[in-house]
């Protein structure tokens, strides 16, 4: 059987995506043990890998008392400090998951953090904070041109390819990239089929590449409206890519 992928939230808006088959399960990015350890009883699964994207503590918090109770492989990024990791990969990296009979790529995207990696397999992909459903994450150690390679990069997989985020912003982002793109109709539709599910209580995710290439503004560099809304941002005429980008994520971390 097919493993599925169900979401575990965990703080306020994270998920812990949470890969599963009858007996055993994967999970990516548990920033909190808790949810996860009752999960994990409550379905009767005995957990076989844990999977981390990046270093911030929201992302591997529960790592260490997880692993108290399974002794699994824990892979991460080779370049950032995680106390935790077994297995250290980056990009060209494979990984796989017998119990699941899943495997994955590992994708080098640095700019959320400097080593920041991406799962990727099975048509799924696990991008942490790098791509968000309609945005991106914060540069917090990296540079606006490793951000927008990282995206250009995710941007290049297949339109239907599952993008699992590590938050909950869908409604939030598509609030700015409507200032950024109010003549954007697909945003409309995005943002009344995503209130609905957030109205029932659901996850706006997986979202798939196809929606973010037409919705997501920070992989629409390259559309006259979005460089248009940059410059007047900006107060300046650029066309650049890499700083219609840089002008919109400084937009958004004020908007
Ligand atoms: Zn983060
Ligand atoms: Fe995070």
Redesign the pocket.
């Known amino acids: 059987m097919e493993p599925r992928i169900v979401p575990i939230s965990a703080f306020k808006d994270?998920y812990v995506w949470t890969l599963r088959n009858e007996r055993h399960a994967a999970v990516v990015?548990p920033?909190e043990a808790r949810p996860v350890l009752e999960y994990l009883a409550r379905e009767k699964l005995e957990l076989a890998a844990i999977l981390a994207t990046?270093h911030?503590p929201?992302?591997v918090g529960g790592i260490a008392e997880l692993v108290r109770h399974y002794r699994v492989p824990v892979f991460g990024p080779k370049n950032e400090p995680i106390a935790t990791l077994t297995h250290p990969v980056s990009e060209g990296d494979r990984i796989s998951v017998p119990e699941l009979a899943m495997q994955f790529e590992v994708l080098d995207i640095p700019g959320?953090t400097r080593a920041h990696i991406a799962y990727y397999g099975a048509g799924a992909l696990f991008c942490?904070?790098t791509l968000f459903a309609c945005g991106c994450?914060r540069l917090f150690e990296g540079t606006a041109e490793q951000m927008f390679a990282s995206l250009s990069k995710l941007a290049a997989l297949p339109d239907d390819t599952q993008v699992y985020c590590?938050?909950e912003y869908t409604l939030a982002n598509i609030g700015f990239a409507k200032a950024v793109e109010p003549g954007n109709r697909a945003l409309d539709a995005r943002e009344e089929r995503d209130r609905r599910l957030r109205d029932a209580g659901k996850p706006t995710l997986p979202s798939t590449l196809a929606d973010e290439k037409a919705t997501n503004p920070f992989l629409r560099c390259r559309e006259p409206a979005v460089i248009e809304s940059a410059n007047k941002y900006l107060g300046a005429r650029v066309a650049d890519p890499v700083r219609v980008f840089a002008a919109i994520r400084d937009w958004k971390n004020r908007f």
């Open positions: 994270n990015d920033g990046h911030h929201d992302h959320h942490g904070d994450g590590g938050h």
